[in-house]
């Protein structure tokens, strides 16, 4: 299974928005409704932010939000706060409990 | 609470194999739905998933590794250990052990713990 693509970068202002893409194929991203999104801070592990496409765990801002149309997701970050500046990773299942990551965006605040 | 650790040697030498284990605490691996992963991040470069095994057993493996990866359970102890043989300098990574259960998402992480290989 190929990563699925990324932008390596994405900046805002505080609080202004930033979309990040995901760009996977039919056979990932396509073909499930099974995109999580990960933040991820230097030296931390990576946090769940986003499952199922568009569903937000318990405790995530609802700044946060997920959409998926055909092979693409996106994650979009509204009012950007300064803690929001970190590594974000999408994920995709792959069929046969397999799974991907994308290539990872790291968003920074302006 | 949920909360996964990963444990093994920080520093590997080429060809030799890797084990890994993780222990949880917080749920149960023979729960229908539950499985774990392991997951790993190059320094400085993006995660990459490497294995998942499942409350029944079934093993599931990164196609581009498959053939140096094993992982498998102690329901009893709560761990899971993962193999990975024949090590090369480009294997070194942090690994992580994370939780999987219903969303296909990983929602408990371990901390991770960084491996290196270097004669």
């Known amino acids: 299974q190929s990563a699925l693509t990324q932008p390596p970068s994405a900046s805002g202002s505080p609080g202004q928005s930033v979309t990040i893409s995901c760009t996977g194929t039919s056979s990932d991203v396509g073909g499930y409704n099974y995109v999580s999104w990960y933040q991820q801070h230097p030296g931390k592990a990576p946090k769940l932010m986003i499952y199922e496409v568009s569903k937000r765990p318990s405790g995530v801002p609802d700044r946060f939000s997920g959409s998926k149309s055909g092979n693409t997701a996106s994650l979009t970050v509204s009012g950007l706060q300064a803690e929001d500046e970190a590594d974000y990773y999408c994920?995709?299942?792959?069929?046969?409990?397999?799974?991907?990551f994308g290539t990872g965006t790291k968003v920074t605040v302006l | 609470q949920v909360t996964l650790r990963e444990s093994g040697p920080a520093l590997v030498k080429p060809t030799q194999t890797l084990t890994l284990t993780c222990t949880f605490s917080?749920?149960?691996?023979?729960?229908?739905?539950?499985?774990v992963s392991w997951i790993r991040q190059p320094p400085g470069k993006a995660l990459e998933w490497l294995a998942l095994?499942?409350?029944?057993?079934?093993?599931y493996y990164s196609t581009s590794l498959k053939t140096r990866l094993t992982i498998s359970k102690d329901t009893s102890k709560n761990q899971v250990v993962l193999t990975m043989t024949n090590m090369d300098p480009v294997d070194t990574a942090t690994y992580y052990c994370?939780?999987?259960?219903?969303?296909?998402?990983?929602?408990?992480w371990g901390q991770g713990t960084l491996v290196t290989v270097s004669s």
């Open positions: 994920s995709s299942y792959a069929g046969s409990n397999v799974y991907v």
């Open positions: 994370a939780r999987i259960h219903g969303a296909a998402a990983a929602d408990y």
């Open positions: 917080g749920f149960s691996l023979s729960t229908s739905g539950m499985c």
């Open positions: 095994i499942d409350w029944d057993d079934d093993k």
